[in-house]
């Protein structure tokens, strides 16, 4: 693939990628993220792949960086997802201790 076609298609993602996120409103935005985890996960595998044929090592560097931040941004992904399902989990209460038990 020439460079034209790949630049093409890096700044049509952009546009996309800035519409997509600025329609959704941010009560939605949290429950969301594990859709767009999946989405994520999909981006860094074709980040992989595009780096895989890559020939020249300004493409194999820009593809790794892209690949790190991707890996980044996945995992931060599940993280927040992790920590939001925990808000909604039922608190357990405190263990208490019997009084006058057997020493």
Same mark, same amino acid.
């Given at each position: 693939?020439?460079?034209?076609? #790949?630049?093409?298609? /890096?700044? #049509?993602?952009? /546009?996309? &990628? *800035? %519409?997509?996120? @600025?329609?959704? @409103?941010?009560?939605?935005?949290?429950?969301?993220?594990?859709? =767009?985890?999946? $989405?994520?996960?999909?981006? *860094?595998? &074709? !980040?992989? $792949?595009?780096?895989?044929?890559?020939?020249?090592?300004? %493409? +194999?560097? *820009?593809?790794? +960086? =892209? +690949?790190?931040?991707?890996?980044?941004?996945?995992? &931060?992904? /599940?993280?927040?997802?992790?920590?939001?399902?925990?808000? /909604?989990?039922?608190?357990?209460? =405190?263990?208490?201790?019997?009084? !006058?038990?057997? =020493?």
């Amino acid at each position: 693939m020439d460079g034209i076609a #790949l630049l093409t298609i /890096f700044v #049509l993602s952009i /546009f996309v &990628g *800035l %519409e997509v996120v @600025s329609k959704v @409103s941010t009560v939605l935005h949290t429950p969301l993220m594990s859709g =767009a985890n999946a $989405i994520h996960g999909i981006v *860094l595998l &074709g !980040g992989i $792949i595009v780096t895989g044929s890559a020939e020249h090592p300004l %493409e +194999i560097t *820009l593809g790794v +960086i =892209a +690949i790190l931040l991707g890996s980044i941004n996945l995992v &931060g992904g /599940f993280v927040v997802t992790d920590r939001m399902l925990e808000m /909604f989990k039922p608190k357990r209460p =405190a263990p208490t201790e019997k009084a !006058g038990g057997s =020493a």
